[in-house]
């Protein structure tokens, strides 16, 4: 079993940068596929990004390809993502999520989830 807890989040002017962490406990973080989603209000969970459990490939939802960059470090139980050339419509409750399973991009394919951070891209 893993705990997560994000971190990282806050107001920010479109166009400005954040990076989100997320630091997992337990001794098997390498072993898990990790992610992050987020949700806007009034909108349903979405798929944010992904990344393997060694690092190798990652995914990214068309939005955010080019704008935001996912990575682990295993050695301290953290995946990050980068975000940057925020825009308004980034604006949401992001979470951290984790799965012993292959990496994917749908909420049920994930079986730990962090309590979220909050990220607010203003005008």
């Known amino acids: 079993q893993v705990q997560l807890v994000e971190s990282g989040g806050g107001l920010v002017q479109a166009g400005g940068s954040l990076r989100l962490s997320c630091a997992a406990s337990?001794?098997?973080?390498?072993?898990?596929?990790m992610a992050w989603f987020r949700q806007a209000p009034g909108k349903e969970r979405e798929f944010v990004a992904a990344?393997?459990?060694?690092?190798?490939?990652?995914y990214y939802t068309a939005p955010v390809k080019g704008r935001f960059t996912i990575s682990r470090d295993n050695a301290k139980n953290t995946v990050y993502l980068q975000m940057n050339s925020l825009k308004l419509e980034d604006t949401a409750v992001y979470y951290c999520?984790?799965?012993?399973?292959?990496?994917?991009?749908?909420?049920?394919?994930?079986?730990?989830w962090g309590q979220g951070t909050q990220v607010t891209v203003s005008s």
């Open positions: 999520a984790a799965t012993m399973s292959r990496v994917g991009t749908r909420t049920n394919e994930y079986d730990y």
């Open positions: 337990g001794r098997t973080f390498s072993r898990y596929a």
């Open positions: 990344i393997t459990w060694s690092g190798d490939a990652t």
